[in-house]
């Protein structure tokens, strides 16, 4: 599905990300983690076409999209949280999740201004398929509410809905539990879970170990802009290599 | 939906109406200039208030329609709605490929790239004196005309003009609330946000660019053969910025906040007639009060403003209350 | 084309130049402890050779006297503007920025016009206007007071930024704002600072040049068009890249009127700002960073 193929990115002379490659397998939950300043983030925005890398290339499908913008990742079935969740604050829950649908429409500007009949059946769709995501993410309720007015909580299932409503093959999603209650990390994980049931491959970079274990098919460490190891999670449990990073090194 | 198209409907009862009030006399003129002005701040809220990016040189686009218009008409006797068609579209052109590069920078570079454009159309009207007349300005500029009605009275310019802005308000009202709409608020907001979902953000602002240039492209020719006369002077820098404030003071990403704006600002000089020099006094105080004070515009902050005031007075009418129970 | 008359169009450019480089290098240093790009940097310009104006014919004070006042008055202009317009900015997005450094000009202008009326007035030169030959070319001695007054003000800059503690607290904020304030720096001194120091540029700019130009309310507008454009050109540093800008630019500015047209003076700075804008926003002179989101 995605396979990631020398990726380095050298920032002004420092080394963030040396030659690394791995491949996600379509359907998987993936796991993406590492100690702090691994070069996780910066993975994924070189994946998700917001950063270019210096070196190494991104497949998708197959297909070598490195250096694409993040709307033609979109298209091609790519889409990510941030771990900041970046929220239309101005619009309405609702509307966010509309312009999830950014790609699955096409009223040009003109029509939009004209309401011509077809944009006008076009936003029909848009406006009643949209509430679909806001339920599968169990927020409907709050479909009038202004977005910036949501709790971080509400705001990450937002986030994921919006996401969702580009119909993505692969969802990448960056430190989805951070800032999240237990409780809301516990509905989390079911709803990851729930997204790679409708079939969508799901990456995701988190600091939660027990959520990375629970739910992971299979995770990749990063150490240092490298990778350290690749493997289930019963397989990075064992590995000495990874528990050392994380303790650090002691003789 | 219903609701919005009520509350068009309201209004345009009302600016078809207006006349009659008036009578005509000397304040048709004043409300011809609110009509140009509301198409002229509706476009640059289209770019500023929905897609977040400011532009200091909307005066330069309104004066190129404006120049269009009134050259091909004047100079080479075209047809005026002929010569208004295209100098829309050349505009709008024109605006579209210089969006490009003009659109990627952002914020305070975007502000000074976009002055000095206007600044050099500006100049540009001032020294092409053959083609323009250069300062002294361009004179004889025909009226429009249709099916022998010729548009050569203030109320009679009166229904022209407010036929093309209640056009545009109904456009801007349909874009806003549809999926470009949408997507360009999303820009607004988090422009990485909207590109991750699909939004491809540059395309989406070079096109709202040239649709708002192509508006005051429109608003300039009608300016042209309702004034039939035009000059440099009107296209400057000062007009810009006040261009800027209406819509500030209207209501960043509200259309008929950009109305009351327009209104507000063209009527009030008239009534301060004393003030008549000291506008851009006045212009820059309210630019600074309002950003500081009421950042939504009085579309926003007004409402907000009659709710506080309401809330308090709730208050102080709950504490009395109290104070009698106490007694 | 005579070499003389070159050389005369580049020695009058060198002396715009210089004033362009000093109203650029107030834009950068604003912008490089504040990220902000003050709009009203012109007016202090334009302050600069009113308020001398005003000391020296309300008040019969002389010359050497009524300039630093004209300084210390528009610097004063700065710290209120500081305090009135930007520290109380709550929302402080870059639009909301630009709009209100915008709205602080053109009332600053108002009120210029309102106190001294709309008349354009001259200042008298510092020391006669008898032109001194250079090569084939004149230059008066206006010119040279221009160019000197500019290197010392560019020195006691240098000194200032590179040997004293507050200057280098200042560049701390430049590099990286956050950083400065979690060493102790206290950055909204700094930021008042840079508002101090760059008016303070700004109006003896506008007091060297009026001699030259004269000086009206509205002077500062395009100045401080031309200024900012000196700042893009040398890639918003606060040092000799600046001023390089706002010497070529002067140079150009005064070379394009000669041999193409006066009229269209005034635009090629803002082609040339465009086109650096457009094809090197990081100046002719910097590298190319990549930008982090």
Request: aromatic residues 8%.
């Given at each position: 599905?995605?396979?990631?193929?020398?990726?380095?990115?050298?920032?002004?002379?420092?080394?963030?990300?040396?030659?690394?490659?791995?491949?996600?397998?379509?359907?998987?939950?993936?796991?993406?983690?590492?100690?702090?300043?691994?070069?996780?983030?910066?993975?994924?925005?070189?994946?998700?076409?917001?950063?270019?890398?210096?070196?190494?290339?991104?497949?998708l499908?197959?297909?070598?999209?490195?250096?694409?913008?993040?709307?033609?990742?979109?298209?091609?079935?790519?889409?990510?949280?941030?771990?900041n969740?970046?929220?239309?604050?101005?619009?309405?829950v609702?509307?966010?999740?509309?312009?999830?649908?950014?790609?699955?429409?096409?009223?040009g500007?003109?029509?939009?201004?004209?309401?011509?009949?077809?944009?006008?059946?076009?936003?029909?769709?848009?406006?009643?398929?949209?509430?679909?995501?806001?339920?599968?993410?169990?927020?409907?309720?709050?479909?009038d509410?202004?977005?910036?007015?949501?709790?971080?909580?509400?705001?990450?299932?937002?986030?994921?809905?919006?996401?969702?409503?580009?119909?993505p093959?692969?969802?990448?999603?960056?430190?989805?539990?951070?800032?999240?209650?237990?409780?809301?990390?516990?509905?989390?994980?079911?709803?990851?879970?729930?997204?790679?049931?409708?079939?969508?491959?799901?990456?995701?970079?988190?600091?939660d170990?027990?959520?990375?274990?629970?739910i992971?098919?299979?995770?990749?460490?990063?150490?240092?802009?490298?990778?350290?190891?690749?493997?289930?999670?019963?397989e990075?449990?064992?590995?000495h290599?990874?528990?050392?990073?994380?303790l650090?090194?002691?003789? | 939906?219903?609701?919005?198209l009520?509350?068009?409907?309201?209004?345009?009862?009302?600016?078809?109406?207006?006349?009659?009030?008036?009578?005509?006399?000397?304040?048709?003129?004043?409300?011809?200039?609110?009509g140009?002005?509301?198409?002229?701040?509706?476009?640059?809220?289209?770019?500023?208030?929905?897609?977040?990016?400011?532009?200091?040189?909307?005066?330069?686009?309104?004066?190129?329609?404006?120049?269009?218009?009134?050259?091909?008409?004047?100079?080479?006797?075209?047809?005026?709605?002929?010569?208004?068609?295209?100098?829309?579209?050349?505009?709008?052109?024109?605006?579209?490929?210089?969006?490009?590069?003009?659109?990627?920078?952002?914020?305070?570079y975007?502000?000074?790239?976009t002055?000095g454009?206007?600044i050099?159309?500006?100049?540009?009207?001032?020294?092409?004196?053959?083609?323009?007349?250069?300062p002294?300005?361009?004179?004889?500029i025909?009226?429009?005309?249709?099916?022998?009605?010729?548009?050569d009275?203030?109320?009679?310019n009166?229904?022209?003009?407010?036929i093309?802005?209640?056009?545009?308000?109904?456009?801007?009202?349909?874009?806003?609330?549809?999926?470009?709409?949408?997507?360009?608020?999303?820009?607004?907001?988090?422009?990485?946000?909207?590109?991750?979902?699909?939004?491809n953000a540059?395309l989406?602002?070079?096109q709202?660019?040239?649709?708002?240039?192509?508006?005051?492209?429109?608003?300039?020719?009608?300016?042209a053969?309702?004034?039939?006369?035009?000059s440099?002077?009107?296209?400057?820098?000062?007009?810009?910025?006040e261009?800027?404030?209406?819509?500030v003071?209207?209501?960043?990403?509200?259309?008929y906040g950009?109305?009351?704006?327009?209104?507000?600002?063209?009527?009030?000089?008239?009534?301060?007639?004393?003030?008549h020099?000291?506008?851009?006094?006045?212009?820059?105080?309210?630019?600074?009060?309002?950003?500081m004070?009421?950042?939504?515009?009085?579309v926003?902050?007004?409402?907000?403003?009659?709710?506080?005031?309401?809330?308090?007075?709730?208050?102080?009418?709950?504490?009395?209350?109290?104070?009698?129970?106490?007694? | 084309?005579?070499?003389?008359?070159?050389?005369?169009?580049?020695?009058?450019?060198?002396?715009?130049?210089?004033?362009y480089?000093?109203?650029?290098?107030?834009?950068?240093?604003?912008?490089?402890?504040?990220?902000?790009?003050?709009?009203?940097?012109?007016?202090?310009?334009?302050?600069?050779?009113?308020?001398?104006?005003?000391?020296?014919?309300?008040?019969?004070?002389?010359?050497?006297?009524?300039?630093?006042?004209?300084?210390?008055?528009?610097?004063?202009?700065?710290?209120?503007f500081e305090?009135?317009?930007?520290?109380?900015?709550?929302?402080?997005?870059?639009?909301?920025?630009?709009?209100?450094?915008i709205?602080?000009?053109?009332?600053?202008?108002?009120?210029?016009?309102?106190?001294?009326?709309?008349?354009?007035?001259?200042?008298?030169?510092?020391?006669?206007?008898?032109?001194?030959?250079?090569g084939?070319?004149?230059?008066?001695?206006?010119?040279?007071?221009?160019l000197?007054?500019?290197?010392?003000?560019?020195?006691?800059?240098k000194?200032?930024?590179?040997?004293?503690?507050s200057?280098?607290?200042?560049?701390?904020?430049?590099?990286?704002?956050?950083a400065?304030?979690?060493?102790?720096?206290?950055?909204?001194?700094?930021?008042?600072?840079?508002f101090?120091?760059?008016?303070?540029?700004?109006a003896?700019?506008?007091?060297?040049?009026?001699?030259?130009?004269?000086?009206a309310?509205?002077?500062?507008?395009?100045?401080g068009?031309?200024?900012f454009?000196?700042?893009?050109?040398?890639?918003?540093?606060?040092?000799?890249?600046?001023?390089?800008?706002?010497?070529?630019?002067g140079?150009?500015?005064?070379?394009?009127?000669g041999l193409?047209?006066?009229?269209?003076?005034?635009?090629?700075?803002?082609?040339?700002?465009?086109?650096?804008?457009?094809?090197r926003?990081?100046?002719?002179?910097?590298?190319?960073?990549?930008e982090?989101?």
């Amino acid at each position: 599905m995605l396979e990631v193929s020398g990726i380095s990115q050298v920032f002004g002379g420092v080394t963030a990300l040396d030659r690394v490659s791995f491949t996600i397998a379509k359907g998987d939950i993936t796991g993406v983690i590492g100690p702090n300043g691994a070069g996780k983030t910066t993975l994924f925005n070189i994946i998700t076409g917001i950063y270019t890398q210096t070196a190494g290339k991104v497949l998708l499908g197959g297909a070598d999209v490195s250096g694409l913008p993040p709307e033609r990742l979109a298209r091609l079935g790519l889409v990510r949280t941030f771990q900041n969740i970046e929220l239309f604050g101005g619009m309405t829950v609702h509307e966010n999740v509309m312009v999830g649908m950014h790609t699955k429409s096409s009223s040009g500007l003109l029509a939009c201004g004209l309401k011509m009949p077809w944009n006008m059946a076009e936003e029909r769709r848009i406006r009643e398929h949209s509430l679909n995501w806001l339920d599968f993410t169990g927020i409907p309720d709050l479909a009038d509410v202004t977005a910036g007015n949501l709790p971080f909580g509400k705001g990450r299932l937002l986030e994921i809905a919006r996401a969702l409503a580009v119909e993505p093959q692969i969802i990448l999603m960056d430190e989805p539990a951070a800032g999240l209650n237990s409780q809301e990390t516990l509905e989390l994980a079911k709803l990851i879970q729930r997204i790679r049931e409708t079939g969508i491959t799901v990456v995701l970079v988190e600091h939660d170990m027990e959520l990375i274990m629970d739910i992971c098919d299979r995770i990749v460490v990063l150490n240092l802009g490298r990778k350290l190891a690749e493997g289930t999670p019963r397989e990075i449990q064992d590995n000495h290599e990874v528990v050392a990073a994380y303790l650090g090194e002691d003789e | 939906m219903k609701k919005e198209l009520l509350k068009f409907g309201a209004f345009a009862l009302l600016i078809m109406l207006a006349p009659l009030a008036f009578k005509g006399g000397y304040l048709m003129t004043v409300l011809v200039f609110v009509g140009i002005n509301t198409m002229l701040s509706i476009a640059l809220n289209l770019l500023l208030g929905y897609a977040g990016q400011i532009s200091l040189g909307h005066a330069g686009f309104f004066g190129l329609g404006a120049y269009l218009s009134g050259v091909l008409t004047a100079t080479y006797g075209w047809n005026p709605w002929l010569s208004m068609a295209l100098a829309a579209v050349i505009v709008g052109i024109v605006a579209y490929l210089i969006g490009f590069p003009i659109l990627k920078l952002k914020g305070h570079y975007l502000a000074m790239a976009t002055l000095g454009l206007g600044i050099i159309i500006y100049i540009v009207f001032n020294e092409t004196v053959d083609l323009t007349g250069g300062p002294s300005g361009l004179s004889g500029i025909p009226n429009l005309s249709i099916n022998g009605i010729t548009f050569d009275s203030d109320l009679k310019n009166y229904y022209l003009v407010w036929i093309f802005a209640l056009l545009m308000v109904l456009f801007s009202l349909n874009l806003a609330n549809s999926r470009i709409g949408r997507a360009l608020r999303a820009v607004h907001d988090s422009e990485v946000a909207a590109r991750v979902v699909g939004v491809n953000a540059r395309l989406l602002k070079v096109q709202i660019f040239a649709v708002s240039a192509t508006f005051c492209a429109l608003a300039g020719s009608l300016y042209a053969h309702t004034m039939t006369f035009i000059s440099p002077a009107s296209f400057g820098f000062t007009f810009s910025v006040e261009l800027l404030t209406m819509v500030v003071i209207g209501g960043l990403g509200s259309i008929y906040g950009s109305f009351l704006g327009a209104a507000l600002l063209t009527l009030l000089p008239e009534f301060l007639r004393a003030a008549h020099d000291y506008d851009i006094i006045i212009y820059g105080g309210l630019l600074m009060v309002m950003v500081m004070y009421m950042p939504g515009g009085l579309v926003r902050g007004i409402p907000e403003l009659y709710r506080k005031l309401l809330k308090s007075k709730g208050k102080t009418a709950l504490k009395s209350e109290g104070g009698v129970e106490h007694a | 084309m005579q070499f003389d008359q070159l050389l005369q169009y580049a020695l009058s450019g060198l002396s715009t130049g210089a004033i362009y480089a000093l109203i650029g290098i107030g834009f950068s240093i604003i912008y490089n402890a504040t990220g902000i790009i003050n709009f009203a940097q012109g007016e202090f310009v334009m302050l600069g050779g009113m308020l001398t104006l005003f000391f020296l014919e309300l008040l019969k004070l002389p010359i050497w006297a009524a300039i630093p006042c004209a300084v210390a008055a528009a610097t004063v202009g700065g710290i209120l503007f500081e305090r009135l317009a930007i520290r109380p900015l709550r929302q402080a997005t870059p639009i909301n920025l630009v709009i209100i450094t915008i709205g602080g000009s053109i009332l600053i202008r108002g009120l210029a016009m309102l106190l001294w009326g709309k008349d354009t007035h001259a200042i008298p030169p510092f020391s006669g206007d008898e032109p001194i030959a250079i090569g084939g070319a004149t230059v008066l001695p206006q010119h040279l007071w221009i160019l000197g007054i500019t290197v010392i003000i560019i020195a006691i800059n240098k000194f200032y930024f590179f040997h004293t503690i507050s200057g280098k607290a200042m560049r701390a904020c430049a590099y990286n704002r956050r950083a400065a304030g979690l060493v102790g720096i206290d950055v909204r001194r700094m930021v008042l600072f840079s508002f101090v120091i760059s008016s303070a540029m700004g109006a003896v700019a506008g007091i060297i040049v009026a001699p030259l130009t004269m000086v009206a309310y509205d002077v500062g507008g395009m100045l401080g068009l031309k200024g900012f454009c000196a700042a893009i050109i040398g890639g918003m540093s606060s040092g000799i890249s600046t001023v390089l800008g706002g010497l070529i630019l002067g140079v150009l500015e005064s070379l394009g009127a000669g041999l193409i047209s006066s009229g269209y003076k005034d635009a090629i700075a803002f082609i040339i700002l465009l086109l650096l804008l457009f094809l090197r926003p990081q100046g002719l002179f910097g590298k190319a960073e990549s930008e982090r989101v």
